[in-house]
């Protein structure tokens, strides 16, 4: 079973324990993988340029339509490590706050994930 280092999920900072680092695993490692990738754009982290959410390129933009938008996020979900499938999506487009917010369930090894972004 894959682990990676918890982050706080108010800070986004490593936690802590006493001189410990905490780790996380499971379908929270997979919550924790979704945030990191949705809340970072494309090119952003410079260790990875191509790591994160298209949002320049496919979703932001008078160019971009709404169902390109929708693919590129269905897609960057997708990529994350242990999502085998999207069983749910549904989304909400506020045209006049310009605000697009998802929420979609996704299979794993360890149950259903259930997300709002």
């Known amino acids: 079973m894959a682990n990676d ?3 706080d999920p108010l800070t986004n900072d490593l936690a802590i ?3 410990n680092l905490s ?6 490692r997979v919550r924790q993988q979704l945030l990191i990738k949705l809340n970072l754009w494309s090119g952003e982290w410079f260790l990875d340029t191509e790591f994160g959410t298209p949002y320049l ?12 938008a929708i693919a590129a996020m269905k897609n960057a979900i997708s990529e ?9 999506f549904t989304y909400n487009f506020d045209r006049s706050a310009r605000k697009l917010t998802i929420n979609f369930e ?9 997300m709002t972004v």
């Open 57 to 68: 390129d496919d979703i932001l933009g008078k160019q971009v339509s709404l169902n390109g």
């Open 80 to 88: 994350v490590a242990d999502i085998n499938q999207i069983t749910a």
């Open 17 to 19: 324990d006493g001189l």
């Open 5 to 7: 280092l918890y982050l």
């Open 23 to 28: 780790i996380v695993q499971g379908a929270d």
């Open 106 to 114: 996704a299979s794993t090894p360890f149950g259903l994930i259930r």
